[in-house]
């Protein structure tokens, strides 16, 4: 059986956290529900803002909605167990690690995870190197208000490095990776863009099959 070892320092303490849930499910199961477990969560955050009684539902934690429905499903697929040790304690922990690293270091951290982990650079998914996407951006010179559109933004990177550059511009990226669209809404999340949107598509055909709005203040928006 072959040992999957994590080789990169970026990201190694976040691939301890989902490594412990793996024991219950497949490698790429076990990514796919942590995207969306993060996702819905911040989608459901954003749509129980709009409800009166948010700060009551807030302390009791009982968030309503479709995306509080979808989170809660994937809850009941790995809540079982000692409290602290059950599998979604540890993708609750390795969110909380992502969150922490990303804003220290500044890099597509999830990115990096999805590469060495998951893919193993499947279908040429080999994201490009921060240092030349930050070199691109620093080189084609973002002024303020631009558009800046990825057409191919796998988990975002070239648009973290042009946030990065000047964040008082619009961000627009898609892919037809379903899941490097989602890496790409949670990266405009962590690095608390003020105007992006992503969508799940085919830039050369024009087909969209879901879009994601991210607003400064940890805003997300589905449609």
Avoid at 39 to 64: H, P, Q
Avoid at 66 to 85: A, L, S
Wanted: hydrophobic share 35%.
């Amino acid at each position: 059986m072959r040992e999957w070892k994590y080789k990169k320092e970026d990201g190694k303490e976040v691939w301890k956290e989902l490594e412990k849930a793996i024991s219950y499910n497949s490698r790429d199961e076990v990514f796919n529900d942590w995207l969306d477990l993060i996702l819905n969560s911040l989608l459901s955050l954003t749509d129980n803002l709009g409800r009166k009684n948010f700060i009551d539902k807030f302390k009791e934690n009982k968030f309503d909605g479709k995306y509080n429905d979808r989170y809660m499903e994937i809850v009941k697929k790995y809540g079982e167990g000692e409290k602290g040790k059950r599998p979604i304690d540890y993708l609750s922990n390795a969110f909380a690690l992502l969150r922490k690293e990303t804003q220290e270091k500044q890099k597509d951290i999830l990115g990096d995870i999805y590469v060495e982990m998951i893919t193993f650079g499947q279908n040429g998914q080999y994201f490009t190197p921060g240092h030349i996407t930050d070199l691109m951006a620093e080189i084609i010179g973002i002024g303020n208000g631009e558009k800046v559109n990825d057409p191919s933004c796998g988990s975002g990177r070239f648009l973290i490095s042009a946030l990065k550059e000047n964040s008082n511009s619009n961000f627009f990226g898609g892919d037809m990776d379903e899941r490097c669209a989602k890496m790409a809404v949670i990266n405009m999340w962590l690095f608390d863009v003020k105007n992006a949107e992503i969508k799940h598509g085919n830039s050369l055909s024009g087909e969209v099959w879901k879009t994601w709005r991210i607003l400064r203040g940890g805003f997300i928006y589905e449609f």
